[in-house]
């Protein structure tokens, strides 16, 4: 059983900076991909980052240049840094890891941005 334990969430004003931290019960090196989604107020799940096995990455449109996703498999441990944050980046996020077609879930951190 994979278990997903997000943290670094919180209350930040905007321009701020957060740390997000997505901690796995196993190896990380065994997944295909990693990545962070997140689900604001009445709005779809959207992708917001993700790593490959491989240290290729992605990002959404509406985060790109300002959110930096990076992996520490010594650790077992995704991060997602976020900069520059808007009130729009507010969302609970949430951390996912694929492995063949098995994908897993955590459940969920805030983020919350003060205008």
């Known amino acids: 059983q994979v278990q997903l334990v997000e943290s670094g969430g919180g209350l930040v004003q905007a321009g701020g900076s957060l740390r997000l931290s997505c901690a796995a019960s196993g190896r990380i090196d065994r997944f295909d991909a990693m990545g962070w989604y997140r689900q604001g107020p009445e709005k779809q799940r959207e992708m917001v980052a993700r790593i490959t096995s491989g240290g290729s990455t992605m990002y959404g449109n509406s985060v790109r240049g300002r959110f930096t996703i990076s992996r520490d498999n010594a650790k077992n441990t995704v991060f997602l840094q976020m900069n520059s944050l808007k009130p729009e980046d507010t969302a609970v996020y949430l951390c996912?890891?694929?492995?063949?077609?098995?994908?897993?879930w955590g459940q969920g951190i805030q983020v919350t941005v003060s205008s």
């Open positions: 996912n890891a694929d492995e063949d077609e098995e994908g897993y």
